[in-house]
């Protein structure tokens, strides 16, 4: 009898996945709507061949079951199903132990008769060894290594590790935690059908690096994040570190190579006995997530690690003004100045608290956001389209990467408001020639026009002259005077009524103006 036993699903999810891709006459569905369930079940059935749970449940709950799952080393497929396209949420079931992740709109026929034909394959991989009395482990070396990271203790460590032919010496043992860079990426590459296929081909790589240059294990945390226990020899701490870093350069060549992949490094100080696995583990976990400052590719050691001093980070709100001064200008290498002041408030936080940095950024946002709104322009039209700012700011996996954007989202903004401006000026500048050309017969001044546009005299004199290469008094008397030309040469009106109708009051005044400009007095240009 093949079992499938579903994890809190409601009672129409249930009848609806034995309707369509169980058949009641050859599977027996079980139900658990809880942790306490599933272990009466697992304790009362040893042959069930799949497992499903519902994410769309309490997420908390789920992640704690498949996480129980795997520590008891259950040989089961264990399929996450939701309606949430939330990498966060796969990342995390893939790293409690979940075999796949799939969206419900994806599952079909077709995927299920895949699954159900990896059923012979887990049967005839169901473990041989038996349960060992010592400690109460399972003669898994995977599960004993994954029990190392946890204990408390290093009393009998010794004759486990000699028992399991485990190749790694307490009293001279490193931790190195890999972290495979871009792995939203490569896992958009493989469906869930082959992950466990990365996995494995990972592995491989660090195994076959490790039986090469030194003495050593590996254990498969997640299918982006890998834990090698090292035994080398050296003849001290630095020389130590350089071995650790030539051996992760061999493998990110290998990986490179084979599988267009690379990873990042977290290493652990030497333990020589003294020292807690669980110590050793907990400091690679913390230098590997240093990669966040430190960039993709980087290799941690605690010597590294030492030089960041991780600091309470300050909010953002309040010390805005002189970057919202440079949007304002709309200038983009002061926005640029001044946008970095901010981003060094959020550097060399401490990368534990991923939600405060990430927060910090998203107060950078709102900041550019509010500016935007307040200027009554649409974000979607500045940016092209709507988009989810948190969502891919978490996305990124280094500071450097998010700071890089930012920088880009800021470029972006001012390149739009200078636009804008530039429309706002060419169309003051176009009402302002307007203004004079059918006024030129007046008094007319910079304030008059400056009031017209609504615009400040000194900002009106520098962006007419900066946009027309003349200044308002020259455009105006430019104007004056090719009008009077066309009055001398059409009319019979006499030059001192010229100079009234275009403006002049003074007929002195106008003839040498007109005189200055034409290389004519006004009788000898009607004369001419």
Known sequence: ??????????????????????????????EAKSKSEVIKILNRFNDINLIIVNMDADIKKML??????????????????SERDDFNLVREAFRQGASDYMLNSELNSSYFKKIQAKFKDINAKQSKDTISTIA?????????????LETEINEGLEKLIDQYEIRFNLNNLILCYLWVDDFQTISEKYDGNTISDFSNAVKSQIDITMKDICCGECVVLSPQEYLMFMSLDHNDNDDLMDRVYDIVTVLNNSLHDSMEISVSAGVS????????????YDEAR????????????????????NKIKPKKIDSIFGKEEKFIRTLIEADKEKAQYELEALLKLIRNSDPERLDKIYASYMEIIYIIIKFINEKCYDTVDVFGQNLDFYDIIAKFETQEEINEWIKDITDIVVTYLKEKRDVKVNRAILRVQEFIRNNYHNDL????????????ESHLSNIFTKKTGQTFTD???SVRLEKAKELLETTNLKVYEVGVSVGYANVEHFSRVFKKFTGLSPNNYKNS
């Open 1 to 30: 009898m093949n079992r499938v036993l579903l994890i809190s699903f409601d009672n129409d999810a249930v009848n609806y996945y034995a309707d369509n891709w169980f058949k009641r006459s050859s599977y027996e569905i079980l």
């Open 64 to 81: 704690n079951i498949i996480s129980y799952l795997r520590s008891i080393d259950i040989k089961v497929f264990i399929i996450s199903v």
């Open 136 to 148: 109460g482990l399972s003669s898994s070396k995977d599960r004993l290594l994954k029990h190392l």
């Open 269 to 280: 100080s030497l333990s020589t006995g003294d020292k807690k696995i669980k110590e050793l």
């Open 286 to 305: 913390y230098n590997v997530k240093l990669r966040f400052i430190f960039g993709k590719g980087t290799v941690i050691t605690p010597e590294i690690a």
């Open 445 to 456: 001044t910079l304030k008059m026009a400056s009031d017209f546009v609504g615009l400040s």
């Open 475 to 477: 455009y105006l008397t």
